[in-house]
């Protein structure tokens, strides 16, 4: 076999060069190699390509890339504002503004999306027919409908069914303090006053000493089996010592209330009607899609996990904490993260209501007013990258410390 | 959904496509269609009727030019815009002129890029509110809620006005007229501001109309008129005489109707000759035919015909002539000479 083999080669050489290329085509490694060069080059070529045309696109309008914009006035006004901006500050500070919004509603949504989520997920398993078919209505309907429609539907509940401000005044209000009306709702603000310091710290000090007092629970419940009823004890240690502390000090904290002048209601802390659709429209979508995760994350626990549970004596609330939600979490991040980070990228369709997020500022006013269509792109997705790779680095980390330890 | 990623897709097709910089009458000859960028809905200016046909003022300054082009007013293909959208979508080549209520300002005109061909309407901010709330003046208007598009010059005058009067308000920024009008009348907010025309326009379709007051003062000057791309100088000259013609018509009293009479052949008024092109040759000065002015009049009439037809004190928005009347009726409304 070896000896033709070697005829057939020498028999070749006098081919010449074809006979090398055609040689280098049939070894694997050296054709995976080519393949990668070329399709590297063609990538490279891909993106010189586009960048040139860019470029001479933008000469031949005239137009300059440049950043410097962001340093001029951006003369208009945003309604919610986290941080101190006017008409006069600069298109920077409109773009932080944006970018402080699309945080905002990105972390409530998240927040609520993920205990609604759990809440559905078990709900969606639970053995009271009635209560299992209502959350499955619920859950087929939120995650088969276009989030945008969503949103929209929320927005129009809320401008046209509350009512306007005069009205609310009179009758859609809590003790004459929270006022619900279609410009947002509108509730009292706590204003800190002198001693009030000390019940935040005692509140810190409370949430130290739970963390303590629960680590050595463990390792006394480890050592002697004694079990301590922990979870109620650092919940009255965190919200009873800074109760305590406030109601001694005579209750330092002032309350500015909202109340009707002129148009609006003015004073106090406000929902506008934007934020609320957006929020409460992400976090039900999301929430349908993580029920089903926690759904299947409940099932993928194999049954012998309850039945051996059970056998133990374990009632059935503590068969799922200790067992099968610690095994179900394994199975339940990963395709958690994706929810979290289409959460987070939804938020973008806020400028169909009117939220000002971060595309609706730097990316839709700023670019309208300015002309800078590629400078504020490259923000915008610059941004949602930055955001989604944080979100994603998280929880990489929080997936690896829940991973299964084998020892 | 689609509207909300055009800035986007935008940037990517200024990336892809080489944006038809010059040369654009031969593009869109070729295209055998011109691509006009009017607004998604503001009823009189540009909207479409119940058989979805294109309707309203602007939407004749279109038919226009596509009639003094390819001599068929029917060749155009309308792409609507919001106000944040329209100076991408034109910048990136996926239009070729504006025809969408666009207040020509400097910043627009120098750094944004655009060429501004004139202004087909004279216009100014005002404010709108229902007459129930007693308001008489803008300057009453502290702490309002204030719906507004986003994207406009109505958008920083608004800022200005409120400033400088050391008044508090909240903006609610809004896509486009249609769901203006929607959050203006379920009381998302108390006052709607835009263009006169356009508050005028938008009243106009309301149930109650005579509820509702527009506020005496006009905070701004808004010169409206057709925009194309920088450099392509042959294209903008087109626009802009287009629009001219049709104020010249009525100047000369060239209407739809005597139009065909008046252009064929040569009259006693040299300057309808020249307009209509008995009398040398300006079209073809242009790149188009002779009768160019003449196809564009029998298509939509002149300038005073589009205005009755569309939004003057007959139709149900019922806005004057004002400062758009002829220089010589005491307006702005005047043009250069065609020689």
């Not at chain 1, 927040?111 to 299992?132: C, K």
């Amino acid at each position: 076999m070896a000896s033709i083999d070697s005829t057939a080669r020498s028999a070749q050489t006098d081919d010449g060069q074809r006979n090398i290329i055609a040689r280098l085509w049939y070894d694997k490694e050296t054709r995976s190699i080519i393949l990668q060069i070329i399709t590297l080059a063609l990538l490279v070529a891909f993106i010189a390509y586009i960048t040139t045309n860019a470029i001479a696109n933008l000469k031949l309008l005239g137009k300059t890339f440049s950043f410097d914009f962001l340093n001029d006035p951006a003369h208009y006004d945003i309604n919610q504002t986290l941080v101190e901006y006017s008409s006069t500050s600069t298109h920077f500070r409109a773009m932080v503004v944006g970018i402080l919004n699309t945080l905002l509603v990105a972390f409530c949504g998240v927040i609520l999306a993920t205990i609604l989520g759990f809440i559905f997920g078990v709900l969606r398993l639970s053995p009271n027919w009635l209560v299992s078919r209502i959350v499955y209505c619920f859950i087929e309907f939120t995650r088969n409908v276009p989030v945008l429609l969503q949103i929209l539907l929320v927005h129009g509940i809320v401008v046209h069914l509350l009512p306007q401000p005069r009205v609310a005044q009179e009758s859609a209000n809590i003790a004459n303090s929270i006022f619900f009306t279609n410009r947002g709702v509108f509730a009292p603000m706590p204003i800190p006053e002198a001693g009030f310091n000390i019940v935040i710290g005692a509140f810190l000090a409370a949430i130290v000493f739970a963390v303590v007092f629960a680590k050595w629970a463990k390792a006394k419940q480890d050592a002697t089996g004694q079990h301590l009823p922990v979870f109620w004890i650092c919940t009255g240690a965190i919200i009873g010592a800074p109760l305590l502390l406030y109601l001694m000090l005579g209750m330092p904290l002032a309350w500015d209330m909202p109340a009707l002048k002129g148009f609006n209601f003015r004073g106090g802390f406000v929902i506008r009607p934007e934020f609320l659709a957006l929020w409460l429209a992400l976090a039900f979508y999301t929430s349908a899609f993580i029920a089903e995760i926690v759904r299947a994350g409940i099932l993928a626990v194999s049954k012998g996990q309850w039945e051996a549970a059970s056998a133990l004596g374990l009632p059935r609330g503590r068969t799922l904490n200790l067992v099968i939600i610690p095994q179900a979490l394994r199975v339940i991040v990963p395709p958690l993260t994706s929810q979290y980070l289409n959460l987070t990228k939804n938020s973008s369709l806020a400028i169909a209501i009117g939220y000002m997020d971060v595309v609706a500022t730097i990316g839709g006013i700023s670019l309208m007013q300015t002309g800078k269509e590629m400078e504020t792109m490259i923000i915008v997705i610059l941004f949602y990258l930055c955001v989604s790779l944080t979100i994603s680095a998280f929880m990489n980390w929080y997936n690896r410390r829940i991973k299964l330890v084998e020892r | 959904m689609k509207r909300y990623l055009l800035g986007a897709t935008a940037a990517l097709a200024m990336i892809g496509a080489t944006a038809a910089n010059a040369g654009t009458l031969d593009d869109v000859k070729a295209r055998g269609e011109l691509i006009c960028i009017v607004n998604t809905g503001l009823p009189g200016f540009s909207f479409t009727d119940e058989s979805g046909k294109w309707q309203g003022f602007d939407v004749d300054h279109c038919r226009a030019v596509a009639a003094a082009i390819f001599g068929d007013p029917n060749k155009v293909k309308y792409k609507p815009a919001t106000g944040k959208t329209r100076f991408t979508i034109l910048n990136s080549g996926e239009g070729d002129v504006i025809f969408r209520n666009t207040t020509w300002t400097f910043v627009r005109d120098v750094d944004v890029k655009l060429a501004f061909q004139g202004t087909n309407y004279y216009d100014g901010q005002g404010f709108m509110v229902p007459k129930k709330l007693g308001v008489k003046s803008a300057k009453e208007l502290d702490g309002a809620s204030v719906c507004i598009q986003t994207g406009t010059t109505t958008e920083l005058n608004l800022a200005d006005f409120f400033r400088s009067n050391k008044i508090k308000y909240e903006p609610v920024p809004i896509e486009s007229n249609e769901e203006a009008r929607t959050n203006y009348l379920a009381g998302r907010c108390d006052v709607y501001t835009t263009d006169a025309s356009g508050l005028a326009a938008t009243r106009a379709t309301f149930k109650d109309p005579q509820n509702h007051v527009i506020l005496p003062e006009i905070i701004s000057k808004e010169p409206l008129g057709p925009a194309t791309r920088h450099g392509d100088d042959q294209w903008s000259d087109i626009i802009r005489w287009t629009t001219n013609a049709l104020v010249a018509a009525e100047e000369l009293g060239i209407t739809q109707k005597n139009v065909g009479e008046l252009g064929a052949k040569a009259t006693d008024n040299p300057e309808i000759n020249r307009l209509l092109g008995t009398e040398g040759n300006l079209g073809g000065m242009l790149g188009l035919d002779k009768d160019w002015a003449a196809k564009a009049i029998k298509a939509v009439g002149n300038y005073g015909e589009i205005f009755d037809r569309n939004i003057g004190p007959k139709t149900p928005i019922g806005l004057e002539r004002g400062l758009n009347a002829l220089w010589t009726d005491g307006g702005l409304q005047y043009t250069p000479p065609f020689r």
